[in-house]
């Protein structure tokens, strides 16, 4: 195989997959996992045939690829705020069995309302809520203000209330992911709670990245959990001490094409591996780029387009043209840079599997 390239290991991931179906089970929740890490429908289906009651997607081209290869149960973690998405997602609501669509803002509601007129039946959407991340969603106070605005809309049900915060304690980065994920549940199912006061019932109250997933997962009240990258797992799982090396799934492997006094070259750079998620940066202080897996004296100090520069202290064995295997920091960005992976089957075979929703934007 031609370097530099992704290979998955089909035994890890589905290793991977039953450990956190299990803790939806444990907790009689729902799994809906997020095939951002993926995107690929081979995958989708084998969460699914291991328990999954659908799959989360972030943009509206994924639900569209995901659909066309029999995936009907979704739903859409993301505003619509647009007159030509809106009418899309009309279609796709006609199709599939179950979608669900989020919603931050009263604009984003009735745009999406008036894109469902004539349709059979309703959207169901949920409410996004900034449990403190600072990114999209409503906050608390605001929730049932813009609840009591959505029930109104005659082509929209109000299904629930989702948010993702991730490694975040208090507002601010954290490793504790038991305080993590036991804010986030908390504050989710306490607002439903507050919703029903206010003679607003829902469904759903879904909750959990993979780094609070299990932790969330213990708040009674939360219904589902929305994890993405267990599936594979990479370098920032490994330091929030989620998995181990042995646990991550995907490895990119490049070729060596340069060796200097203090440092390597791979043939692989910004256009291969990720770079969304620094080095040196709070709270996982994650050392370069990636784990050079043998090689715990290299470090994945920076890259280029084309270039990655693997840098050493002392003696180093490796030579030009050998080749190294790399766990990524984030391994879902990086799958998204490759329009083809390598699937290591049970049985031992390589085959080639294609990022189906790789580069779907919209």
Excluded: W
Excluded at 3 to 23: C, F, G, H, W
Excluded at 56 to 81: C, D, H, R, W
Excluded at 132 to 158: C, F, H, M, P, Y
């Amino acid at each position: 195989m031609l370097t530099p390239y992704i290979l998955i290991d089909e035994a890890k991931v589905r290793s991977n997959i039953e450990k956190m179906q299990k803790v939806a089970d444990n907790k009689e929740l729902q799994l809906r996992p997020h095939i951002k890490t993926h995107k690929m429908p081979y995958l989708a289906k084998l969460q699914q045939e291991y328990g999954a009651s659908g799959i989360t997607v972030a943009k509206l081209s994924e639900a569209q690829v995901m659909l066309a290869n029999g995936i009907k149960n979704i739903f859409l973690a993301y505003p619509i705020v647009t007159k030509e998405k809106a009418e899309l997602i009309k279609d796709i609501n006609e199709q599939a069995d179950t979608f669900i669509v989020g919603v931050d803002s009263l604009i984003g509601a009735k745009t999406l309302n008036a894109g469902m007129t004539g349709a059979d039946k309703k959207l169901k959407v949920r409410i996004e809520i900034d449990s403190g991340l600072n990114r999209t969603g409503v906050t608390k106070d605001k929730a049932v203000s813009l609840a009591k605005e959505i029930v109104q809309l005659e082509n929209l049900e109000l299904e629930g209330i989702f948010t993702f915060k991730g490694a975040v304690y208090k507002g601010e980065s954290t490793l504790d992911l038991e305080k993590s994920g036991e804010e986030e549940g908390s504050l989710m199912v306490g607002l439903k709670r507050e919703l029903a006061e206010n003679g607003i019932d829902i469904a759903s109250v879904s909750v959990g990245s993979s780094p609070t997933a299990k932790t969330a997962a213990n708040v009674q009240g939360v219904t589902e959990i929305r994890p993405g990258t267990y599936i594979f797992n990479d370098a920032m799982q490994v330091k929030f001490g989620l998995c181990d090396i042995d646990d991550c799934a995907a490895r990119v492997f490049a070729t060596v094409v340069g060796k200097y006094d203090d440092h390597l070259v791979i043939d692989g750079g910004s256009k291969t591996f990720a770079t969304d998620v620094q080095p040196g940066h709070a709270p996982l202080n994650l050392k370069g780029f990636g784990i050079v897996v043998g090689h715990s004296n290299l470090t994945f100090a920076r890259m280029n387009e084309e270039h990655g520069v693997l840098e050493f202290n002392g003696d180093c064995d490796l030579e030009i043209g050998d080749v190294v295997e790399i766990i990524p920091n984030h391994i879902c960005s990086t799958v998204n840079l490759h329009n083809d992976v390598y699937l290591k089957t049970l049985d031992g075979e390589i085959k080639k599997e294609k990022v189906a929703a790789r580069g779907h934007l919209y």
